[in-house]
Nanobody, 126 residues
Framework: QVQLVESGGGLVQAGGSLRLSCAAS????????MGWFRQAPGKEREFVAA???????YYADSVKGRFTISRDNAKNTVYLQMNSLKPEDTAVYYC????????????????????WGQGTQVTVSS
């Protein structure tokens, strides 16, 4: 398993931007698909975005056009650029790594991810 550490969360006004980072340990980062999930208070954790080993990207409909996921394999880091933030984006954001390839649908599936970070809080004020 890979160790993941998120950073970059914070408090921002609606319409603002934040960039989350997720640093991974180990020398096999490029072999993992990476995902971002979030959990709002009182709600289940939900898929936000994923990036495959070949850098194909996938997004939840709620963030499409506003969020961008990217990866830098040289830095063992995955990013989530969040623009035009809304109060409903308020949540704890988690980074996750998927070691095996199942299918494209697996990128959207929480249970297919092997390793998880501790989460970083994002709060968007109205």
């Amino acid at each position: 398993q890979v160790q993941l550490v998120e950073s970059g969360g914070g408090l921002v006004q609606a319409g603002g931007s934040l960039r989350l980072s997720c640093a991974a340990s180990g020398r096999t980062f490029s072999s993992y698909a990476m995902g971002w999930f979030r959990q709002a208070p009182g709600k289940e954790r939900e898929f936000v975005a994923a990036i495959s080993r070949s850098a194909s990207t996938y997004y939840a409909d709620s963030v499409k056009g506003r969020f961008t996921i990217s990866r830098d394999n040289a830095k063992n880091t995955v990013y989530l650029q969040m623009n035009s933030l809304k109060p409903e984006d308020t949540a704890v954001y988690y980074c996750a790594a998927q070691s095996a390839f199942y299918s494209v649908s697996s990128y959207y599936t929480e249970s297919r991810y092997d390793s998880w970070g501790q989460g970083t809080q994002v709060t968007v004020s109205s």
